[in-house]
């Protein structure tokens, strides 16, 4: 299997896994929005931003080390040292860690909790460690490039957290603690599971433990954690910044039109970035650089193959997808969507394009480029948000998104050029604001019936004319397709 091929294969697993993860998405956004009003959902997205950052801090870059180290450790049947390693070191640091947050907690003012009450935050900060847990294992699958039962539990992870916090706010305890109680009890069910198979599989021992290993995962892990908390901070700052100029109402606004385009990034691009780490450094270390760099020219063209048409599609369709998914109290958030689906897709790209900097292991840039892209963020929020309210702050991200991505690839190409092809690129864009006139100017009712017609219509132009332009994909697709044939009608 080529390993163009194969990222397609191991995407496809992935992006089965988000479809489900995205239906998860677009099942609970209405019921919350509906639950809460929209100065609540503001807030309740505040925490949750909260819990993303400290989670970060707390995994102190374990599962970036986890992906970087496995092939190495596997290909030399090492893989007891490098589990016992992460296992039996990482899991008490990251407890030490989350102590370390319980007892600022402690000691911070209590007008910060005049609203929630401490005890809440006790119950997010012990959510953020079991997170933490599980994800320590659940990237053990990812590396291991186990990726149907990777979906697996990832699909129950959100559905149970769904699930469970649903039940509790509406029939025991009506109001945010519920909420995260159960989710609370719905991560510990998934920790127990994800242990016990893990240990039905590895064997963790302390004779296997190395220190040097560990010194490594750090020297690695922590930079790419300092950035990661960079680049959470980058992703969602604007959030805190909103709320201290115009207050929770638009909060909420920004929050719904931010956490709809997020979904449907994450749909495209978490399928394919979850793919291609593990196979890059599997073909860095068995076939070479050369191999790796054709490996990242196809990677971004097939990559943006999909989002621009994804990206111009939703921003066509934005203010009646909104309204109809969360009620026409939150319209008014369409109204960020085409700068926030922007600056989210075009920052997906880093993926293909910082692969130098993780190749080589310069995770140290990362940092150094995420703190310059949050500083200057932050300061375009608080120029554009006073003036301009929440379109500035979405304005603001795009800019500085832009801004971070042209600076992470003039370094990682100094380290690992490859070719793009800049010509099909430019022929997907072209044909990505084609259907986005089609789609834009179809006269249809601003119904499911309606929206759904042109989500068809657009696709389907786009995948025609595609496939009518570009002879390399359509020879592809048409081998693909008597390989195919040939295979159902080949005699058993």
Same mark, same amino acid.
């Given at each position: ?15 089965? $896994? ?25 807030? !309740?997205? +505040?925490?949750? =931003? ?20 496995? *092939? ?36 911070? @003012? ?24 599980? =994800?320590? !294992? ?26 469970? &916090? ?18 609370? +009890? ?14 039905? #599989? ?32 980058? =992703? ?8 201290? /100029? ?44 050369? #191999? ?16 621009? *048409? ?19 109290? !939150?319209?008014?958030? &369409? ?11 075009? /920052? ?7 692969? $130098? ?34 379109? $500035? ?17 003039? /370094?990682?190409?100094?380290? +690992? @050029? ?18 986005? +006139? ?36 359509? =020879? ?17």
């Amino acid at each position: 299997m080529s390993q163009i091929r194969k990222l397609f294969v191991h995407s496809s697993h992935y992006l089965a $896994g988000q479809a489900f993860l995205m239906a998860a998405g677009f099942i609970s956004f209405p019921i919350f929005t509906r639950i809460f009003s929209v100065s609540d959902y503001g807030i !309740f997205c +505040l925490i949750n =931003s909260s819990i993303f950052i400290i989670q970060t801090f707390v995994a102190h870059g374990t599962n970036h080390s986890i992906v970087r180290f496995y *092939p190495e450790y596997k290909h030399t049947n090492k893989i007891d040292i490098l589990h016992s390693t992460i296992v039996l070191l990482g899991v008490p640091l990251a407890l030490a860690l989350t102590g370390f947050v319980l007892v600022i907690i402690r000691y911070l @003012p209590d007008h910060l909790y005049s609203q929630y009450g401490r005890s809440l935050f006790y119950v997010v900060t012990i959510i953020i460690f079991v997170k933490t847990f599980n =994800s320590l !294992f659940i990237t053990v699958l990812r590396a291991d490039q186990r990726t149907k039962f990777y979906n697996i539990v990832i699909i129950l992870n959100r559905y149970g957290n769904i699930v469970f &916090s649903l039940f509790f706010i509406l029939f025991l305890i009506r109001d945010l603690s519920g909420f995260y109680i159960g989710q609370l +009890l719905s991560e510990l069910i998934l920790a127990t599971v994800l242990l016990l198979n893990f240990l039905a #599989k590895y064997k963790l021992r302390l004779k296997h433990i190395s220190l040097e290993l560990f010194r490594s995962s750090l020297q690695f892990g922590l930079p790419l954690t300092s950035s990661q908390v960079l680049h959470v901070l980058l =992703s969602y700052a604007d959030r805190y910044l909103i709320q201290f /100029y115009i207050g929770s109402g638009p909060l909420g606004l920004y929050s719904a039109g931010y956490n709809l385009s997020s979904y449907l990034t994450d749909f495209v691009k978490l399928p394919i970035n979850k793919a291609i780490d593990p196979i890059l450094l599997s073909i860095c270390t068995s076939e070479g650089y050369q #191999k790796a760099k054709h490996f990242l020219t196809k990677a971004l063209t097939y990559y943006l193959l999909l989002v621009l *048409p994804v990206a111009f599609g939703f921003i066509a369709i934005r203010r009646d997808f909104i309204s109809m998914l969360a009620t026409p109290k !939150f319209a008014e958030a &369409s109204s960020i969507i085409p700068y926030v689906i922007t600056a989210n897709m075009l /920052y997906a790209l880093q993926a293909v394009l910082n692969a $130098g900097i993780i190749v080589y292991k310069k995770t140290n840039i990362l940092f150094i480029l995420r703190l310059l892209g949050l500083l200057f963020n932050i300061i375009l929020n608080v120029l554009f948000i006073p003036r301009y309210g929440i379109v $500035g702050a979405a304005l603001a991200t795009l800019i500085s998104y832009i801004v971070y991505t042209f600076c992470i690839t003039i /370094y990682s190409f100094r380290l +690992l @050029p490859f070719p793009v092809e800049y010509r099909r690129i430019a022929l997907y864009f072209l044909l990505s604001v084609l259907m986005f +006139l089609v789609v834009h100017y179809t006269p249809l009712m601003s119904t499911f019936v309606g929206l759904s017609i042109k989500i068809i219509l657009g696709a389907s132009f786009y995948c025609t004319c595609v496939l009518t332009f570009d002879t390399q994909l359509r =020879s592809l697709f048409v081998r693909r397709f008597k390989d195919s044939a040939l295979g159902w009608t080949r005699p058993a």
